[in-house]
């Protein structure tokens, strides 16, 4: 067994540390998006929806958890797919070479850049869950200790999952592609669907239903559908929409985000298989 | 008898239609420092890079170490450690930190690694740029820290690609001096260089390789020597008759005419030779206007054997090659 993509784990990790204004930047995007669009857009929402009576017998959730959740993932959604540039940095200034020419397996490259990626993403979930908590976000209301333990480990799972798939995506986009430009805009036309079509900020159920439809696909949706579940519950309500999550609902965002990992793992050897130094 | 550490047969290389690399082969021995001496594009960055494996060999054969580059590129990779024409160093970490990154990289023990960074920052006099952000450093000392990787895992053979390629001649100088050290050590040098006195200076052997073909191999004194003994430099009033006087001279081996001059190389001891040639251009009622007499450099070397210069075109960094007698070698 060899263990080299620890050495590419390390360099990440230390250069992230190193790199104050990335550091601050990434612990302070969070707490950003909670803060401003956040609490901002749970107001408004609130108040619209403040007419609607709460369903009966069932836990009502204020948009701002609602949110949360979706916060989370959009949160690792961005630092993921944008986690593949320093890749292609590196391949620019050749300092790629070095490690494509030593015996080191590609495959242990492209690990190494994951897991650096996943540590800063449960960083980001964890600042999230814990700023959120202290404005009033009510993840995870009336657990036992042992339950709140056991949802921290599910939401991180799933997290860890979502954030190797889009940093497998990242990692291959940045290794084909050749200038920073091509790559910045192939990642916005990315972000574009993903971050609308899916109920990460707000419920699917009154879209169209082409858009409803493909929204089942989406990695976000996935993801947001999972942490709902492991942070709220399985029966709540927001806004006067009932919300439940079956056994399998939850087994199909596990599933569903294993498979666009691996294959995005596939897609992501391909490509670095293919790279000349 | 020394083992071969590179064989190399019949290697071929295109991009395209262009060929890169035609039909070379040659052999490096265990311990010595082999110079692909040529300009650029010649090829040698392409066989430099086939040989590290990091460019898939098309046709012909290749050993490294007694792997073969197509069938056994781990362990060709794991005999090996390269320094790359351009400077690949990660600027944002450290001294040590680049060179623990590189033992990491080759799954060295920590144990190992850390003594050899040790014997590696000693080596290239960078004991107290230990903890130095790497972007930090100067032009040479980035190179020596790149040479201190090139041998973190104690490589059979160090490839080196246009090592001193850019530098002030005081920098490239004392890039040698830790060439020859690590030579002395018993690390076998494989490097390409555009640079003649860089091939002269520290090569056991030299290939001269130019379109892609090696030209001639041989030691620097070999080549020099296959020139003939000495070359006399000629400014005459009439080059082109003198030239002729000249060539029906038994001993004169070659008379090459420049638009002013005349370079006349010659077969035996020229201090012989010189008293006939004097006479012969006198009695012909030609003036000389300047003789000077040297040995063979590696610019003439290369010059007799490729038909044009190495960097023609470009301005000549060297003067023209001339030196009083007795000052050469």
């Known amino acids: 067994m060899n263990f080299e993509f620890r050495a590419i784990y390390w360099r990440d990790m230390l250069k992230f540390f190193r790199f104050k204004s990335m550091l601050i930047s990434s612990l302070i995007q969070p707490v950003m998006w909670l803060a401003f669009f ?55 200034y050749s300092l790629l070479r070095e490690t494509l020419a030593s015996p080191t397996p590609r495959f242990h490259i492209i690990l190494g850049v994951g897991l650096s ?96 439809f493909l929204s089942m696909f989406n990695p976000l949706t996935l993801l947001a559908n999972g942490i709902r579940y492991f942070a709220l519950g399985d029966n709540f309500s927001v806004m006067g929409i009932h919300y439940m999550y079956t056994p399998a609902d939850i087994s199909i965002s596990f599933l569903g985000l294993l498979f666009f990992a691996l294959t995005m793992l596939a897609t992501s050897l391909w490509r670095f298989n293919k790279v000349d130094v | 008898m020394t083992a071969n550490v590179i064989e190399v047969d019949s290697l071929e290389h295109s991009y395209g239609s262009v060929k890169a690399v035609d039909n070379i082969s040659f052999t490096v021995k265990e311990g010595e420092i082999f110079s692909f001496l040529g300009p650029n594009g010649a090829g040698k960055s392409t066989v430099i890079n086939i040989l590290t494996t990091l460019r898939k060999i098309q046709k012909g054969e290749a050993r490294v170490n007694g792997y073969d580059v197509a069938r056994e590129s781990k362990s060709v990779r ?17 001294v040590c930190e680049n060179l623990e990154y590189h033992g990491k990289i080759y799954s060295m023990p920590k144990k190992e690694r850390k003594a050899r960074i040790e014997e590696l920052l000693k080596l290239t ?12 450093l100067s032009g040479g000392m980035k190179r020596r820290l790149e040479l201190a990787r090139g041998l973190m895992t104690k490589p059979a053979v160090l490839f080196l690609d246009e090592p001193t390629i850019g530098f002030d001649i005081q920098t490239r100088m004392r890039m040698w001096e830790y060439l020859r050290e690590i030579k ?70 070659t008379v090459t005419e420049d638009t002013k001059s005349l370079r006349v190389m010659i077969g035996e001891d020229v201090t012989h030779v010189l008293p006939q040639i004097i006479e012969k251009i006198r009695q012909a009622g030609i003036e000389i206007t300047t003789i000077n007499i040297k040995k063979p450099s590696m610019d ?30």
């Open chain 1, 38 to 92: 956040g609490l901002a857009m749970s107001e408004s929402f609130d108040q619209l929806t403040s007419m609607i009576p709460p369903i009966e017998g069932v836990q009502n959730v204020d948009y701002l958890s609602y949110m949360g959740a979706g916060i989370i993932a959009m949160d690792v959604l961005f630092s993921s797919l944008f986690g593949g540039t320093s890749l292609m940095f590196d391949k620019k």
């Open chain 1, 117 to 212: 990626g996943v540590t800063k993403a449960f960083i980001q979930t964890a600042m999230i869950i814990g700023f959120g908590k202290l404005i009033g976000m009510d993840f995870f209301l009336g657990y036992t200790l042992t339950e709140t333990l056991i949802a921290i480990a599910g939401i991180f799972l799933l997290v860890g999952i979502f954030t190797l798939g889009f940093l497998f995506l990242s990692g291959s986009i940045a290794i084909t592609i050749e200038n920073p430009e091509g790559m910045q805009s192939i990642l916005t036309l990315l972000s574009m669907p993903l971050f609308f079509v899916s109920n990460a900020l707000y419920p699917v159920d009154a879209f169209p239903a082409v858009l409803r």
């Open chain 2, 78 to 94: 794991k005999s090996i450690g390269i320094v790359f024409q351009m400077l690949c160093l990660d600027h944002e970490m450290t």
């Open chain 2, 125 to 136: 006099e960078l004991e107290n740029k230990r903890d130095t952000l790497a972007k930090d």
């Open chain 2, 184 to 253: 002395r050590e018993g690390t076998t040098i494989f490097l390409t260089t555009h640079y003649m006195e860089e091939a002269d200076q520290l090569s056991d052997r030299i290939s001269i390789i130019d379109h892609g073909k090696i030209i001639v191999t041989g030691t620097a004194n070999e080549l020099k020597n296959k020139l003939g003994k000495d070359l006399i430099y000629l400014e005459t009033g009439d080059n082109k008759t003198v030239a002729e006087i000249l060539r029906a001279i038994g001993s004169v081996k």
């Open chain 2, 300 to 329: 003439d070397v290369f010059v007799h054997y490729t038909g044009h210069g190495l960097r023609e075109g470009e301005p000549q960094e060297k003067y023209e090659g001339i030196e009083p007698m007795g000052v050469s070698e």
